[in-house]
Nanobody
Framework: QLQLVESGGGLVQPGGSLRLSCAAS????????IGWFRQAPGKEREGVSC????????NYLDSVKGRFTISRDNAKNTVYLQMNSLKPEDTAVYYC???????????????????WGKGTLVTVSS
């Protein structure tokens, strides 16, 4: 069974940090670009960050640039999202998703994703 499982969410104070993990089971992430998305209550889902299958290209939502860092460890079949200087407006359910290409690519995407996780809740509040 192909699965993506997010972990690492929780309650954190403004200015704090969390590291989200996206672990794959049933398939390897090597040839997949990975995207992190979030959906806050009453809002549409938005792409937060993505990383290419090669790991050589990344992209960030303007509001998280300089605070969030995406990375991947193919040996662990896991992608991470390091979130620093968290703000209340970062509160949301965070999802990871994978889009396969069949080869190493320098492109990453926020659309056409093949597999989705079920999400992990991040709450930034004092």
């Amino acid at each position: 069974q192909l699965q993506l499982v997010e972990s690492g969410g929780g309650l954190v104070q403004p200015g704090g940090s969390l590291r989200l993990s996206c672990a794959a089971s049933g398939f390897t992430l090597d040839y997949y670009a990975i995207g992190w998305f979030r959906q806050a209550p009453g809002k549409e889902r938005e792409g937060v960050s993505c990383i290419s299958s090669s790991g050589g290209s990344t992209n960030y939502l303007d509001s998280v640039k300089g605070r969030f860092t995406i990375s991947r460890d193919n040996a662990k079949n896991t992608v991470y999202l390091q979130m620093n200087s968290l703000k209340p407006e970062d509160t949301a359910v965070y999802y990871c998703a994978a889009r396969g290409s069949g080869y190493y690519s320098d492109y990453c995407y926020y659309h056409g994703m093949d597999h989705w996780g079920k999400g992990t809740l991040v709450t930034v509040s004092s």
